[in-house]
């Protein structure tokens, strides 16, 4: 039986690709900030535990209370909306705390693992802002883009233990509470001069004509875990396909 380790399980696309490993007969570690097993199904291959990817004592205790692991999905992420010139740079170093120094704090803490069981695959969840430039969305874009980078040399670093490494892409996913979660860090971060700009934007993003829904993440996630062509990204929901087309 394969063990899957994902990050960021209390909500959206993590929470949905730990239910979706798990129907097709996977062992699932759910790591959570804040444990909640009630949001999952009791099962003995379901296994929560607590995970604070900014946090090395975390990592440390919930890779080992993990065991043997196949896959490593490194989804937990924090958003932010604001403008670049009034957000504090505090504000700049916890976003990426978690999206882009957490993903790579969890790949330093599996690798070794995955080299002396002679396999393994990393996955990164990123966002389609690094196929697209957006307003307002600058630094969370950076600690994104960052990790795209970083995913396709990682994927030539470790390809010689074979280790595989893929990037997911999903798209805009207004059914999740990604952007609610960052509310609070969120506050004042739009001045009176960004409105109109943030308004527009809002007001666009409020009503797609096309989104991504959990479900279409978990099924590329799965897919990715099982690839052997070598594609290093894939995206993840239509209009995350459509605009990796465009590009």
């Known amino acids: 039986m ?3 380790l994902i ?23 759910a790591g959570m900030r804040t444990p909640q097993p009630e949001v999952l ?3 003995e291959r379901l296994q929560v535990v607590a995970l604070d990817v900014t946090q090395p004592e975390s990592i440390a205790q919930a890779v080992a209370a993990a065991g043997e692991v196949d896959v490593l999905v ?4 924090i958003g932010l909306f604001g403008a670049v010139e009034v957000t504090p740079m505090s504000t700049v170093r916890e976003i990426f705390e978690t999206n882009t120094f957490g993903a790579m704090a969890m790949i330093q803490a599996l690798v070794p693992k995955f080299r ?6 990393v996955i990164n969840v990123t966002s389609t802002t690094t196929l697209t430039p957006m307003p307002l969305v600058a630094i969370y874009t950076a600690s994104k883009t960052a990790i795209m980078g970083f995913t396709g040399s990682l994927a030539l670093e470790l390809e010689a233990f074979n280790i595989k490494v893929k990037l997911v892409e999903p798209g805009y996913g207004p059914s999740t509470r990604f952007t609610r979660n960052g509310a609070d860090r969120m506050e004042g971060l739009i001045p009176p ?24 993440v978990a099924e590329v996630v799965w ?4 690839d052997d062509t070598g594609q290093l990204r894939f995206p993840a929901g239509p209009d995350a396909v459509a605009l990796a087309a465009a590009r």
């Open 193 to 216: 001069a960004y409105a109109p700009l943030a308004d527009g934007l809002i007001g666009a993003l409020g009503n797609p004509t096309v989104v991504t829904r959990p479900i279409d």
């Open 74 to 77: 490194n989804n937990a992420g």
């Open 41 to 43: 199904p009791q099962s």
């Open 223 to 226: 897919r990715a875990a099982h």
């Open 7 to 29: 990050t960021g399980c209390s909500s959206g696309y993590g929470l949905e690709t730990a239910r979706y490993f798990h129907e097709r007969g996977w062992r699932v570690v």
């Open 116 to 121: 002396a069981q002679g396999s393994g695959v």
């Open 2 to 4: 394969k063990t899957v």
